[in-house]
């Protein structure tokens, strides 16, 4: 395969390869346009996409939160609500006690505050 048998045809066939036709290079250009403004369409697509993904991990972590934080609520709630029944019964109790004439009124102790008797009162200021 010398170079004498490619020799015409080959010199047609580089110099349409190395010196593009005006009409060609116009559409090149055009094509380097569409494909940057393609590119940027793209990518501008991209980030709504990764912007909506974070957007869902964020609405699903605060449902996992709300889940576990309404979990305690309800345990708490329903403590309290026991407790609440169990101080009604005794209050009941003592009531139904009290009107059958059972229980008698003990006196309390430290109602108010401690107790201060009249002689280590201090004396009030007097006027001038």
């Known amino acids: ?18 010196a593009p036709s005006r009409e060609g290079a116009a559409r090149l250009a055009a094509e380097e346009r569409e494909a940057g403004e393609f590119d940027a369409a793209i990518d501008k697509v991209e980030g709504r996409l990764l912007e909506n993904q974070a957007r869902v991990h964020l609405w699903s972590d605060l449902a996992d939160r709300h889940q576990s934080v309404s979990a305690l609520a309800c345990t708490n709630a329903g403590f309290h609500k026991q407790q609440m029944v169990a101080i009604a019964d005794r ?38």
């Open 1 to 18: 395969m010398g170079v004498g048998r490619w020799g015409p045809l080959g010199a047609v066939l580089l110099a349409g390869c190395f």
């Open 91 to 128: 209050q009941a109790a003592w009531a139904r006690a009290m009107k059958a004439g059972k229980v008698a009124l003990a006196p309390q102790k430290n109602v108010g505050g401690p107790k201060v008797s009249p002689v280590s009162a201090r004396p009030a200021p007097k006027r001038r």
